[in-house]
T-cell receptor, first 113, second 115 residues
């Protein structure tokens, strides 16, 4: 089954404790991206990757890191989480064309205390 | 600066009637427009799209209209069903540097279809 898998789905952590949210897709997509969804703000892009070893900042990259060492994986790293990073995070992937439909994961709800 | 705007945070429609969700954009470089649907506790899923060279695209009960001169698009759902109750995101795509493209989302409109 074609899917984008994120882990963990739910996480409560404390300020400053490094965490990683993993994302894996099995559709051989070149393009992968991370979004955060906040009330009243919709979906905002954090980082994206056009292919292996190619990453770029989205609209709200501050406080996040990503890596793309393999085509299928695109982890999101919070080196020192802060409460303003409490949010619902979505990973997405596509074939990377202008018209490419994005496939989303089910989301990871992160709470930073 | 919000490039894709959905000015109605919510919309309520009676079952069987038409739902019209609106979206405005400011960037004339957008080439492609998409609508995504999101249920609670799930990721968004693709619904329908339209190229900037067209003014209408239809898929079953869903039709998207594009008015380039007004920089406005709308999603029509006819007839509306209770299962259509969800948050609808409008998105626009523009080509960026080095062959990349950027997808910009609106804030979403929560549609409630009342039985």
């Amino acid at each position: 089954e074609a899917q984008v898998t994120q882990n963990p789905r739910y996480l409560i952590t404390v300020t400053g404790k490094k965490l990683t949210v993993t994302c894996s897709q099995n559709m051989n997509h070149e393009y992968m991206s991370w979004y955060r969804q906040d009330p009243g703000l919709g979906l905002r892009q954090i980082y994206y990757s056009m292919n292996v070893e190619v990453t770029d900042k989205g609209d709200v990259p501050e406080g996040y890191k990503v890596s793309r060492k393999e085509k299928r994986n695109f982890p999101l790293i919070l080196e020192s989480p802060s409460p303003n990073q409490t949010s619902l995070y979505f990973c997405a992937s596509s074939f990377g064309t202008l018209t490419g439909e994005l496939f989303f994961g089910e989301g990871s709800r992160l709470t930073v205390l | 600066d919000q490039q894709v705007k959905q000015n109605s945070p919510s919309l309520s429609v009676q079952e069987g009637r038409i739902s019209i969700l609106n979206c405005d954009y400011t960037n004339s470089m957008f080439d492609y427009f998409l609508w995504y649907k999101k249920y609670p506790a799930e990721g968004p899923t693709f619904l329908i799209s339209i190229s900037s060279i067209k003014d209408k695209n239809e898929d079953g009960r869903f039709t998207v209209f594009l008015n380039k001169s007004a920089k406005h698009l709308s999603l029509h759902i006819v007839p509306s069903q209770p299962g259509d109750s969800a948050v609808y995101f409008c998105a626009a795509s523009a080509r960026g540097g080095a062959g990349s493209y950027q997808l910009t989302f609106g804030k979403g409109t929560k549609l409630s279809v009342i039985p």
